[in-house]
Nanobody, 123 residues
Framework: QVQLVESGGGLVQAGNSLRLSCAAS????????MGWFRQAPGKEREFVAA????????YYADSVKGRFTISRDNAKNTVYLQMNSLKPEDTAVYYC????????????????WGQGSQVTVAS
């Protein structure tokens, strides 16, 4: 089992940037593909970005493509989500997730989840 802890959320003005981090522990990090999801109040949890075990491939939701970047540092057991040009509609709790399968764009493809980090974008 792997444990995931997100950090880096907060309150920012629209147009600014934030970087989320997700630290993993418990198992070999490079064995897991990683994903970021978000959930706004009253809405379903939705896919944001995913990255393959090696970091060689990444995938994005259309709503964040060109603004967000997912990356990982396997030596530090950490996955990142760099969020630029933030919009009020990006406001949500952001979750990182891990899977031993291939990187997935659906929440059902992940086995392990962090506790979430709140991101609030003020207009």
């Amino acid at each position: 089992q792997v444990q995931l802890v997100e950090s880096g959320g907060g309150l920012v003005q629209a147009g600014n940037s934030l970087r989320l981090s997700c630290a993993a522990s418990g198992r070999t990090f490079s064995n897991y593909a990683m994903g970021w999801f978000r959930q706004a109040p009253g809405k379903e949890r939705e896919f944001v970005a995913a990255i393959a075990r090696s970091g060689g491939s990444s995938y994005y939701a259309d709503s964040v493509k060109g603004r967000f970047t997912i990356s990982r540092d396997n030596a530090k057991n950490t996955v990142y989500l760099q969020m630029n040009s933030l919009k009020p509609e990006d406001t949500a709790v952001y979750y990182c997730a891990a899977t031993t399968q291939y990187a997935s764009t659906t929440k059902y493809g992940y086995d392990y989840w962090g506790q979430g980090s709140q991101v609030t974008v003020a207009s």
